[in-house]
């Protein structure tokens, strides 16, 4: 199971980026998709997650600015982020709890490779 996450970059605060994410191999469902970060000399942290049946949830930090969502028979998660502050500069890592593979085989925690997202004030 490979997690390609893309979309970061630089932004002004007040501004927006579209992060997304897309869950690759021999997959035969993903279960929860969800967006952590993890700012320097922070610990990771939830951004938001959601459910194979879109339901979603949000750390308080981000509601109302951020929204998740899910495409592409659910392998294809997305975080729009608006009304972006400085204090959401942090590298974005993909995650999925559970994927059942082709074969049967369940595959725990995958996580993607990280996108650096910048606030600039």
């Known amino acids: 199971v490979q997690l390609q996450a893309s979309g970061g970059g630089l932004v002004q605060a007040g501004g927006s980026l579209r992060l997304s994410c897309h869950a690759s191999g021999s997959i035969f469902s993903v279960n929860v998709m969800g967006w952590y970060r993890q700012a320097p000399g922070k610990q990771r942290e939830l951004v938001a997650t959601?459910?194979?049946?879109?339901?979603?949830n949000y750390a308080d930090s981000v509601k109302g600015r951020f929204t998740i969502s899910r495409v592409g028979t659910n392998r294809t998660v997305y975080l729009q982020m608006n009304s972006m502050r400085s204090d959401d500069t942090a590298v974005y890592y993909c995650?999925?709890?559970?994927?059942?593979?082709?074969?049967?085989?369940?595959?725990?925690?995958?996580w993607g490779q990280g996108t650096q997202v910048t606030v600039s004030s």
């Open positions: 959601i459910s194979r049946t879109s339901s979603a």
């Open positions: 995650h999925t709890d559970r994927v059942v593979l082709t074969g049967g085989r369940l595959v725990y925690d995958s």
